[in-house]
């Protein structure tokens, strides 16, 4: 029996959209699980990235009771050893394999994640369509799929609070209320915990913070550097030159990518340490005087927050002297989202993401330390050729990289350049 319009309940249509949003995000899910779940299945038993091998260096460490910072594998604050501890407990107690038990982890944060992302995604716009935007950008994405199963890294953790902070501070815009500046500190503080690099978004913090009130300032201080502190504290005393070098004194020092491995092709001599404390200091710099600009003027619209955020980060592995190819999962969800909602960047983003994971599959696929799947799978002989060459020959990852490289330098200034735009566009203070 048909109903008629007139007899809908007023409240019906309106209880209609959080139960087609519910569906969306479980579809999301099932197809970004189905999609990493069976690249672990397909994927030949011996492929292991240096990584993997990394995460049972550490576990055995623990298991023997010896420091593993003493490993020097380990360059952030305790939440991954605290992690890695409790899964080789879990693959101790009920006999399963370590390296199964580190991905089914991994890919628990990579899900958790597209959570945040729909979270953000729907928090800015409800009405946008984001459905096809993440099933393609994200869960279909071989690229992330790569990152979480094979190389088995965990960024996808630290780009949880990241999400959260980021809709803390979209929340703060709109309503003003100290406990969401609060709560952004809080997350922000919890992705410093989990991997370093997101304490470079705390001038993101500046806009509205006149208006808090001293104890709130303090408290969120507090907040924001407070776990890393409080879980180093124990570590610093008991292993102080561990500590000191391998968390406090770490700096990227790869020059296979970005700006750095231009310089490594042209062969312009530079010192790659000088460039590391240079580009160090620049950045400190760079930020103190973000928040100063911050403070004056904020910014029009709240996905300006995220492509703020996208610039920092892709600054980070771009012009820096670090790069792994893991830093990717900092900027692919912030910028889906930078695609949603600044059309004229959309041909420059979509370039990055082809160019992008065409490198990566070639890499993922002949490269020793990444695992090569390509290597467990054929016997081509230009796979082995190429695996042979980027091992040995000391240009052969930098132009490998080069077409990544190039595409992610123009998506940083096309980025900058809307991002200057949108800031001149803003309220002053």
């Not at 920092?312 to 820096?320: A, I, Q």
């Not at 016997?379 to 490998?400: C, G, K, R």
Request: hydrophobic share 55%.
């Amino acid at each position: 029996m048909s109903t008629s319009p007139a007899t809908i309940a007023p409240g019906s249509l309106d209880a209609a959209k959080p139960d087609r949003a519910g569906r969306h995000l479980l579809l999301l899910l099932l197809a970004a699980a189905a999609t990493r779940l069976a690249w672990l299945w397909l994927m030949p038993r011996q492929i292991v990235s240096v990584d993997l091998k990394d995460w049972l260096i550490v576990a055995g460490q623990l298991y023997v009771g010896r420091n593993p910072y003493d490993t020097g594998v380990l360059n952030w604050p305790p939440f991954w050893l605290e992690s890695l501890y409790g899964l080789m407990r879990l693959s101790d107690r009920f006999h399963l394999s370590f390296y199964l038990c580190v991905r089914c982890f991994l890919i628990l944060g990579d899900l958790g994640l597209l959570v945040a992302v729909y979270g953000l995604l729907r928090l800015l716009d409800r009405q946008a369509p984001y459905f096809q935007l993440l099933l393609w950008g994200y869960c279909l994405n071989p690229l992330l799929t790569l990152l979480t199963v094979q190389h088995a890294n965990f960024d996808a953790y630290a780009m949880i609070w990241v999400v959260l902070f980021l809709c803390m501070l979209v929340r703060f815009r709109r309503g003003g209320q100290q406990v969401d500046w609060i709560l952004a500190c809080l997350f922000l503080g919890m992705g410093i915990f989990t991997k370093t690099f997101p304490l470079l978004l705390w001038p993101m913090l500046a806009p509205g913070s006149a208006r808090i009130s001293r104890p709130a300032r303090l408290l969120g201080g507090g907040l924001l550097l407070g776990p890393t502190a409080l879980s180093l504290a124990p570590l610093y005393i008991l292993a102080r030159s561990e500590i000191s070098q391998y968390v406090l004194g770490y700096r990227g020092m790869g020059d296979t990518f970005g700006l750095v491995s231009l310089l490594r092709l042209a062969a312009v001599p530079y010192d790659v340490a000088m460039y590391a404390r240079v580009f160090s200091l620049s950045l400190l710099g760079g930020t103190a005087a973000l928040a100063l600009l911050l403070r004056r003027r904020d910014f029009k619209h709240d996905a300006d927050l995220v492509l703020l955020s996208s610039v920092l980060l892709l600054c980070v592995f771009t012009l820096g002297t670090g790069y792994g190819s893991q830093y990717w999962f900092w900027v692919v969800p912030l910028l889906l989202i930078c695609y949603r909602h600044y059309p004229i960047l959309r041909h420059v983003l979509w370039a990055c993401m082809v160019v992008t994971i065409a490198s990566n599959l070639v890499e993922y696929g002949v490269e020793g330390w990444l695992g090569g799947f390509l290597v467990g799978w054929t016997h081509w002989p230009w796979v082995s050729s190429l695996n042979y060459e980027l091992q040995f020959s000391h240009i052969a990852v930098p132009a490998l990289h080069l077409p990544m490289t190039l595409v992610a330098c123009l998506t940083l200034f096309a980025l900058a350049n809307v991002l200057v735009r949108q800031y001149r566009l803003g309220a002053r203070r």
